[in-house]
């Protein structure tokens, strides 16, 4: 069983940061790859940023220049900057995880339970 666990939305100003951390825990063999999506009211969810082995990294172009996403491999952990926030960028969002368990001889997708964001003054 794997857990990915959320901390750090909550309401903050145009203009402000928040930085959001995701935490996998459980029967973990490998992970392939962590990311951020996010869901707008009303819209399915979409790609922020996502961080694959080798460490490369992939951004929507409406956050380039302003989020960073970063892994620490050893702690299980992803973490998402936010600076510069938008109204726009208020949502609901979620943390995700390919990740091959030590049971299992082929990776899946795992979620967190979603955080929500909010941008406004």
């Known amino acids: 069983q794997v857990q990915l666990v959320e901390s750090g939305g909550g309401l903050v100003q145009p203009g402000g940061s928040l930085r959001l951390t995701c935490a996998a825990s459980?029967?973990?063999?490998?992970?392939?790859?962590m990311g951020w999506y996010r869901r707008f009211p009303g819209k399915q969810r979409e790609l922020v940023a996502a961080v694959i082995s080798g460490g490369r990294t992939h951004y929507v172009d409406s956050v380039k220049g302003r989020f960073t996403i970063s892994r620490d491999n050893a702690k299980n952990t992803v973490s998402l900057q936010m600076n510069s926030l938008k109204p726009e960028d208020t949502a609901v969002y979620y943390c995700n995880a390919v990740i091959i368990t030590t049971d299992a001889t082929q990776s899946r997708s795992y979620w967190g339970q979603g955080t929500q964001v909010t941008v406004s003054s």
């Open positions: 459980g029967s973990i063999f490998s992970i392939n790859a």
